[in-house]
Nanobody, 124 residues
Framework: QVHLVESGGGLVEAGGSLRLSCRAS????????MAWFRQAPGKERQFVTA????????DYSDSVKGRFTISRDNAKNTVYLQMNSLKPEDTAVYYC?????????????????WGQGTQVTVSS
């Protein structure tokens, strides 16, 4: 079993930055792909970015490419999401997810473990 806890969300003005963290406990996630998804009110959960265990493979949605950066510290069992140049449309609850695979997927169904989410609100 994997327990994921996100932190770092908050309220920021458009153009600002935030750094989210997701710490895993229970089972080590160092050999598996980790990802961030987000869900705005009334919308489906949306893929943001993912990173495989070695950090050699990453994927970003077009809406965040060039502004967000995913990274991981396997020694700390933690994955990060650096968000720069934030826009009001980035407002959502951000979820950390862990896969049972080392491949990078965009499909929600590929991720078995989920955190409770952290709210990110970007004001205009």
């Amino acid at each position: 079993q994997v327990h994921l806890v996100e932190s770092g969300g908050g309220l920021v003005e458009a153009g600002g930055s935030l750094r989210l963290s997701c710490r895993a406990s229970g089972r080590s996630v160092t050999r598996y792909t980790m990802a961030w998804f987000r869900q705005a009110p009334g919308k489906e959960r949306q893929f943001v970015t993912a990173i495989n265990w070695s950090a050699r493979n990453t994927d970003y949605s077009d809406s965040v490419k060039g502004r967000f950066t995913i990274s991981r510290d396997n020694a700390k069992n933690t994955v990060y999401l650096q968000m720069n140049s934030l826009k009001p449309e980035d407002t959502a609850v951000y979820y950390c997810a862990s896969s049972d695979y080392d491949l990078v997927y965009r499909d929600v169904a590929r991720y078995k473990y989920w955190g409770q989410g952290t709210q990110v609100t970007v004001s205009s």
